[in-house]
């Protein structure tokens, strides 16, 4: 190693890397299979892609040699319109994961703290790490709930800044309830609730009926965050937005890389946002394919899903080994299914709801294995 190399920062240098998921091309080489035949249930995108008015969108893209809206204007409008947030407490940004890092880098200081409530979302505990904060862990109980007494006792006595919740949780798929979150937003630190799966809870047609976003004028420390990866198909995009409260919106301006939205994950957004049919028609679809994915994976002895309210279904895998399960579904079947080797999860898969013929095909593949 050169020593130059202890020049960096330490923690950064002592930090295990985030373990993503293969891309599309890498995949079909090592599987032999071409991507089309590749049924990919692992990252929770939507199966049917983008609507053709994105793609429309995108052909017809004009401006790729101009820098983009450093303020993301249009877009910001259209979300004004779309979920009622005036646009002041709304910003855009590379994803969701991108709002999640700028995030921790307005709030922490080396050192401080960052409540996460595993088995959840990688990135909350991996950005905090990146950015030199500490990660407070209040595990969840063995049927995912939130241990409320132990996150007040955790806050009491470590005080984190922030507190990362998602709702619907990845990878369960559970919805805390409104009085959980309220009694959240009453401990004194910011909450960031991650709605990256709301349109699937089935509480209004998109999620609307349990979404807080519309609270965050009125919530002096509540921040939640969305994306256009999962039910708009826009993941390869990378376009998400958050509503926060105003006085937390200078320090964002001020932190976020100027040219964060490119032209086209934009010009796909807008797009997206306008076609609420198919939005509507995906949310529905993948609902449907989600409690189907449910009854099939209960059909089998050794598997234990989980009631879902988001796109895929956690199930735990019983008498054999999910690592092994999911490594024979790729290779045998060129079916991807996500395992995790987090604690509290190494016995079990996480599968995306797909098409009908990607459910049918699963159980094809199961049945073939029992
Ligand atoms: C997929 C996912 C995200 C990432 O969203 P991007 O907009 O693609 O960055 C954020 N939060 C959760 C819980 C997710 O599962």
């Not at 990878?171 to 699937?200: H, K, N, Q, W």
């Not at 609307?208 to 994306?227: C, F």
Request: aromatic residues 8%.
């Amino acid at each position: 190693m050169s020593h130059f190399a202890a020049l960096l920062r330490p923690h950064i240098a002592g930090m295990p890397a985030y373990t993503p998921i293969e891309p599309f091309e890498v995949l079909s080489r090592r599987l032999g299979r071409l991507p089309h035949e590749i049924i990919k249930l692992d990252a929770n995108e939507n199966p049917y892609g983008a609507s053709p008015a994105v793609r429309r969108a995108l052909a017809e893209l004009e401006f790729a040699h101009i820098y983009p809206d450093p303020e993301s204007r249009l877009l910001r409008q259209a979300l004004e319109d779309f979920c009622g947030v005036p646009r002041e407490n709304l910003l855009a940004g590379a994803g969701a994961d991108e709002l999640i890092d700028l995030l921790l880098r307005v709030f922490l200081e080396p050192g401080d703290r960052v409540l996460v409530c595993p088995p959840t979302f990688g990135m909350y505990a991996f950005d905090a790490r990146l950015n030199a904060g500490q990660v407070v862990n209040v595990p969840r109980r063995a049927d995912f709930a939130l241990d409320l007494p132990a996150i007040r006792r955790a806050v009491a006595e470590h005080a984190p800044k922030l507190l990362f919740l998602a709702t619907p949780n990845n990878p369960d798929g559970s919805l805390p309830s409104p009085e959980e979150i309220e009694s959240l937003l009453e401990l004194p630190l910011v909450v960031a609730l991650d709605e990256a799966y709301i349109e699937f809870s089935g509480a209004g047609a998109l999620g609307e009926k349990a979404s807080r976003l519309g609270e965050v004028t009125r919530r002096e420390n509540l921040v939640v965050l969305r994306t256009f990866s999962k039910l708009a198909g826009l993941a390869g995009l990378r376009v998400g937005y958050g509503g926060f409260p105003g006085w937390l919106m200078p320090a964002l301006w001020k932190a976020k890389q100027p040219y964060n939205v490119n032209v086209a994950a934009s010009q796909a957004a807008l797009a997206a946002l306008q076609d609420r049919d198919y939005l509507e028609q995906s949310m529905h679809r993948l609902r449907l394919e989600r409690d189907r994915l449910y009854e099939m994976l209960s059909e089998f002895e050794w598997l234990r899903p989980y009631p879902s309210r988001a796109n895929f279904v956690l199930a735990r895998v019983l008498g054999r080994s999910a690592a092994e399960l999911k490594a024979r579904l790729a290779q045998e079947h060129g079916i991807l299914v996500r395992y995790f080797s987090a604690p509290g999860l190494e016995d079990h898969i996480r599968v995306s709801a797909g098409r009908p013929q990607h459910t049918e095909a699963l159980r094809e593949a199961l049945r073939s294995m029992a």
